[in-house]
């Protein structure tokens, strides 16, 4: 209005053309001009004045009146091939009247630059939520020269339209400690309305630091930026995030900034407190009754400091790889070792062979389907004659043809490397999405890292990570070699019509060996792709095949006495499957919603009880509409009218310890928030409640276990138990936001390279291979002794 009415006085009450928009407009009064006088009021009076640094100005102003402060700024470079030694200038205000209708608007000229701010300065939080500052500090944006010295001046205008006189305070001070030094702890205070940041120039030789950023105080919430040498520099929480590399930190903070990605070999580290703490985790402030209502936001001022230390070089880079592949090769040879002086010994190895026994290996399996026939003999066709005898042993259990087993169970490897195929290849799209967008738009917050040993090398932010995922695939491999060299031998001894292989030991089936081999190679690959951006949307990709380990095994360990009887490829993946689904489920829907919780606690109850009765009655039983009948039955007649014990007493003993296990109700009571881990935590406390059944049966069955699987027993247990001490070292969790995660973060323990999570990787890929190994080699002490003779438990 004021410039239509000008141009009206002007030019004889003609129209205002349309170039004269509201932008234009605000830019012209930004600059303080007045195109009139007379309908508008009087003509502004403009006065300059020459200003000093270090000295508090007290001035008043108002619509009729702009003052404009000089400055002479005098920049020195003892090194000017390198560029100035900059020194900082902050401008400080303070508005001392009370309204916020009218403020203040400061325009600071510099030689390349302008910036410019209103006083009370209103920032926005969620929700469009205004909180007004009187109080507002702002550090100048120092363009890059070359020459030995310059003097530069800046000018800072101040104007309002306010017709009332409004009191301010002025000052510009240079800014102590304005370049950081390496290695070197500078503290320092921060507000939303007063931002600091600071320079830092990368000295000869150091071509990657890492800007840690440290405070006492969990809130306010704040964020740590890079950003390259240029203007503005964007030191606002509602413009912090458009350039560079930046997080929110609550007491700690810390990014890996590389050499070759500032051309300037230079960088801001700008610091700056957010007007609200729901980012980093803290309350949420009320809604306001009105939407302009302005809300007091207190006391925000955050005491921090920060220090740029020089990152690890090449050379750490090659010794962590080479100390890393070196580990696992190592028990290539010991294996070898292993190897060259036990298979001597080995009773498959030896000759003892009789033509009457057995069938030729060299027919073709292909041709071979389980349900063709029935391979029982006449008398015992009846199965349930079989297997609801009080006493079981693996003869009774071992009765179909051989060759029918072997390919029934070779589909589990054949199905698990069918889904890592199709499980994988879109995993590793993603986590390359992922890994493309935190580089492209700076965010550090969408990726859970230990910041503060985290190794980028190319594209990848967190290198250490996923190299010490190596050892899963390596001894993944190895193990898959060792099985292999079990079936060759086996199959040889089977083709001699070796007696100890056709009618004595446990029957060799190694399928499910080959599954399991497969799957901890797959856990390797798709757990460094977890870790190529950890967060909670993909902690899946970590854990799958994880649950498949566990069922992979359990299955194993029952398949050793019961081979008839195992579960089928289809079947078992089918409720690892549904396993995994729940787990996603629990990820999105599971944190602290009840009617989840309940649903699936009545689900796994329900669950357990099927299972529980599938292993009682070794299968023989039905699930029709009878059952509730049957059951009522039972329970009338074994412990209402003759009150006898169970048939099964060690089957009913592991039943029971099961069940207690599964139906606690520490789930549906606590409701932890990390539901993936909750369920791997049910699997794996299964897993290890059956394998201590199944020591303490085959001691109890009078067996004996050899020194080897011995060993491994031993070895694994240890290892285990120094794997899980790193394991909940807890050095990120995505179940928080990323600022309460950074808390804690820790520096690198091993070769300055590998954290504490890093030695979890090589010590949990140790302990499954040699929990492997004990499934493997536990029942070789049985390979002379006849099926007849071994029991069923």
């Not at 309305?193 to 919430?221: A, L, R």
């Not at 026939?373 to 015992?380: E, F, H, M, S, V």
């Not at 070769?751 to 990787?761: Q, R, T």
């Amino acid at each position: 209005m004021v410039l239509r009415s000008c141009w009206k006085s002007r030019h004889k009450n003609r129209p205002a053309p349309c170039w004269i928009r509201p932008g234009l407009i605000a830019l012209l009064w930004l600059c303080g001009f007045s195109c009139c006088s007379g309908a508008v009021g009087e003509t502004k009076n403009v006065v300059q004045k020459d200003a000093e640094f270090d000295v508090t100005y007290n001035d008043t102003v108002t619509s009729e009146n702009q003052t404009i402060y000089a400055f002479n700024h005098t920049l020195f470079s003892p090194f000017p091939s390198f560029g100035f030694q900059t020194e900082g200038v902050r401008v400080s205000v303070d508005v001392l009247s009370q309204g916020f209708e009218s403020p203040i608007l400061f325009v600071i000229r510099q030689k390349q630059a302008v910036l410019s701010f209103q006083v009370p300065l209103i920032l926005r939080g969620l929700y469009q939520r205004k909180y007004p500052y009187k109080h507002v500090g702002r550090t100048l944006c120092q363009p890059p020269t070359r020459a030995a010295s310059e003097s530069q001046y800046f000018f800072v205008d101040v104007s309002t339209l306010s017709n009332q006189g409004t009191n301010y305070q002025l000052r510009v001070s240079r800014v102590e400690s304005f370049t950081l030094q390496t290695d070197t702890k500078f503290s320092f205070t921060a507000s939303p309305s007063q931002p600091q940041y600071f320079k830092y120039v990368f000295p000869d030789g150091i071509d990657t630091v890492i800007v840690k950023v440290n405070s006492e105080m969990n809130f306010p919430c704040s964020v740590m930026s890079i950003q390259d040498i240029q203007c503005p520099v964007y030191d606002l929480d509602n413009n912090v995030a458009f350039i560079g590399m930046y997080q929110t930190m609550t007491k700690k903070g810390a990014i890996t900034v590389q050499r070759k990605d500032f051309p300037s070999n230079s960088f801001y580290v700008v610091i700056v407190v957010k007007t609200e703490d729901e980012a980093c985790g803290g309350p949420l402030r009320f809604y306001p009754l009105r939407p302009d209502e302005l809300i007091d936001a207190g006391n925000r001022s955050k005491v921090l400091d920060v220090m740029v230390s020089p990152a690890i070089n090449s050379d750490i880079y090659v010794i962590g790889m080479l100390f890393c592949l070196g580990i696992f090769l190592s028990f290539y040879l010991l294996t070898l070792l292993v190897a060259l002086f036990f298979c001597p010994s080995c009773p498959l190895s030896i000759d003892r062979s009789l033509d009457s026994v057995g069938r030729s290996r060299q027919e073709s399996l292909s041709s071979v389907e389980e349900d063709d026939y029935d391979t029982l003999d006449d008398i015992n066709s009846d199965k349930n004659i079989v297997r609801t005898k009080k006493f079981l042993c693996v003869s009774d259990l071992a009765r179909k043809d051989k060759r029918i087993l072997s390919k029934k169970y070779q589909i589990y490897f054949w199905n698990i490397a069918t889904i890592a195929v199709f499980y994988a290849l879109p995993v590793v799209q993603l986590v390359i999405t992922y890994q493309t967008v935190v580089n492209v738009t700076g965010n550090q917050d969408i990726c859970y890292y230990n910041f503060l040993c985290a190794h980028p090398l190319g594209a990848l932010s967190a290198f250490n990570n996923i190299l010490s995922n190596l050892g899963y695939v390596m001894l993944g491999l190895l193990f898959l070699l060792i099985v292999l060299k079990r079936d060759i031998v086996h199959n040889r001894a089977l083709v001699r019509n070796n007696l100890n292989a056709l009618e004595c030991g446990i029957p060799k089936h190694f399928g499910l060996f080959y599954a399991m081999g497969t799957a901890l190679m797959m856990e390797g690959l798709l757990s460094a792709c977890y870790h190529v951006c950890p967060n909670y949307t993909n902690f899946q990709f970590d854990t799958s095949f994880m649950y498949m380990i566990a069922g992979l095994c359990m299955l194993k360990l029952y398949q050793k006495r019961h081979p008839d009887i195992n579960a089928s490829a289809y079947t078992a993946y089918a409720c690892l499957a549904v396993v995994i689904f729940f787990s996603v489920l629990g990820v999105v829907f599971g944190k602290g919603n009840t009617v989840f919780w309940i649903v699936f606690s009545v689900i796994h109850i329900l669950a357990t009880l099927l299972l529980s009765t599938q292993l009682y009655y070794m299968g023989r039983w039905r699930l029709d509409s009878g059952i509730l009948r049957r059951m009522v039955y039972v329970i009338y007649t074994d412990c209402i009218r003759q009150c006898s014990g169970p048939m099964y007493i060690d089957r009913m003993v592991l039943i029971v310890m099961g069940n207690i296990v599964n139906w606690s109700a520490y789930g549906l009571i606590e409701r932890p928030n990390d539901f993936a881990s909750y369920l791997l935590a049910i699997a794996i406390c299964n897993l290890l409640l059956y394998f201590a059944f199944y020591i303490i049966m085959k001691l109890r069955s009078g067996e004996r276990i050899q020194c080897l699987a011995l060993v491994c027993i031993l070895f694994t247990a240890v290892v285990w138990g120094f794997a899980l001490y790193f394991f909940f070292q807890g050095l990120s969790t995505w179940q928080k936001t990323p600022a309460e995660s950074r808390e804690h973060n820790r520096d690198c323990i091993l070769l300055s390279f590998f954290d504490d999570h890093d030695i979890w990787h090589f010590l949990s890929s140790i302990a499954m291979f040699g929990s492997f190994l004990v499934l493997l080699t536990m029942d070789d002490d049985l390979d002379t002794v006849q099926r007849d003779k071994i029991y069923v438990f």
